[in-house]
């Protein structure tokens, strides 16, 4: 799947559209889910045009997958999810329900978050 460059968060990125940022550096945005579903539900994103984990893990630098999952754990510490517990999540493609087309990995936290996936 090629990027597409008007998705909705090549767009946050550009500044077209506002987000509530919580962390930003070199090669990572993140900022607060606009319909969140739990206390803590934030969105960390890559600044690289990476459609999805499928090409990001195949073609972003070293430095690029270092600072997302550093940002990842950072960002969760901060929020204040990280002693009693929290949940990462990428959804990729169709069978992923993925909506936004560039890679984002949740972060949900703040109260219990049940199973992994319904059980049927
Ligand atoms: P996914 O199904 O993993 O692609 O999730 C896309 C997520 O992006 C959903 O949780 C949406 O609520 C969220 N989202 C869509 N538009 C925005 C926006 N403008 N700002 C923040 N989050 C958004």
Redesign the pocket.
Known sequence: MSYDDNN?FAR?LRGE?P?KKVFEDDHVLA?????P?APV?V?VIPKGAYVSMNDFTATASEAEIAALFRAVGKIAAELGVAEDGWRML??IGGNG????PHL?I?IFGGRKLGHMLPQH
């Open positions: 909705i946050i559209i987000c900022f607060h889910d606009i319909n579903l539900h969105l990428a959804n329900h993925q909506e936004v984002h949740h």
